[in-house]
């Protein structure tokens, strides 16, 4: 299959990229690289830079690759970003992804993937959650991602695009032996943040709040292998190429894990302590996040197979360590 990846050169598109490859597609990036690293993309590789709404290059640049598909990583991804500046959030994710749905349209491409979020869901009010459950996001990015999955919604209705939307939990971990993993900046994902304290890069890990109504008084995450979440994508593009129903799905575990826990572990792969600091509970933080990923398994017939803590920061930490050497 023909594929395009917009966000190709970031964190988990450049794993899609890697993965697609390996399956023997032929794959393509659109990517910015205002986020994103050149050196992710592989030579030989067919590389726009250009932003995803720019219609005037991108929809060109699908009709040359002859595009059968487009994998829709490129968003802003900060949720307190997202808070103090909307407008880079409302711009950069929704603006831009009507830009590039109107040149999908106009190429003649019949998939595509979207990289939605479980902050669709807001403060939920069931664990496991449930597709089902009431979207009420907390944040812009949340909110313009969900506004992303309607307007999917209604173009599937009115022009016959089939689409699947993955509501991902927590990506983490990392391709060592590719030399990909995690590297934002600036970070705020925990698990790159626990494993460079380890390092002795940066600051101490500030805990937020140890009172939350969870075993250990730290907030609950479910934590999926990025390896897993490229796997889904694929099982999504085969779903929707055999006439399955589009809509959205969670990408989880249904397992959940503590912040101290992540911590806990991360000292035990390291062999050495991660510095920690206190800090007070962050606004709209919910005490626990785990996904209802039946509806995945039953439909896209996609099961994670790396996703275990121990896996996932074993994978993460050979890149960080091989990163500082």
Same mark, same amino acid.
């Given at each position: ?55 005037? %290059? ?137 494993? %460079? ?129």
């Amino acid at each position: 299959m023909r594929v395009v990846v917009t966000g190709g050169a970031g964190y988990i598109g450049s794993h899609m990229v890697h993965v697609l490859r390996e399956r023997g597609h032929v794959v393509s990036v659109i990517d910015s690289l205002v986020t994103g690293r050149r050196e992710a993309v592989p030579p030989g590789v067919p590389l726009l830079e250009a932003d995803v709404g720019d219609r005037g %290059r991108v929809g060109p640049f699908l009709r040359e690759q002859r595009a059968e598909a487009v994998l829709h990583f490129a968003a802003r991804i900060q949720v307190g970003e997202s808070v103090v500046d909307p407008r880079r959030y409302y711009t950069g994710n929704l603006v831009a992804t009507v830009g590039l749905l109107e040149s999908v349209l106009d190429a003649g491409v019949e998939r595509l993937v979207f990289s939605s979020t479980a902050a669709v869901y807001g403060v939920p009010t069931e664990v496991p959650i449930p597709e089902s459950h009431a979207t009420r996001p907390v944040n812009p990015y949340g909110e313009t991602k969900l506004a992303a999955e309607r307007m999917l919604a209604s173009y599937a209705r009115a022009y016959g695009l089939r689409y699947a939307a993955l509501r991902y939990f927590n990506a983490a971990g990392a391709l060592a032996e590719a030399g990909l993993g995690e590297r934002h900046e600036p970070e705020t994902h925990l698990i790159p943040l626990v494993l %460079r304290a380890a390092l002795g890069e940066g600051n101490p890990v500030t805990v937020f709040g140890r009172d939350y109504p969870t075993a250990d008084g730290t907030c609950v995450r479910d934590y999926i292998h990025v390896v897993d979440l490229a796997e889904a994508h694929l099982a999504a593009l085969e779903y929707l190429g055999g006439g399955g129903e589009g809509g959205a799905f969670n990408l989880g575990t249904g397992h959940g894990y503590s912040v101290a826990e992540v911590i806990a572990e991360a000292a035990r792969v390291a062999g050495r302590p991660v510095p920690t600091a206190e800090g007070a509970r962050r606004e709209g933080d919910p005490p626990a996040l785990v996904a209802d990923p039946s509806l995945a398994r039953e439909r896209l017939g996609w099961r994670p197979r790396r996703s275990s803590l121990g896996q996932i920061l074993e994978d993460a930490w050979r890149f960080h360590a091989a990163a500082a050497r």
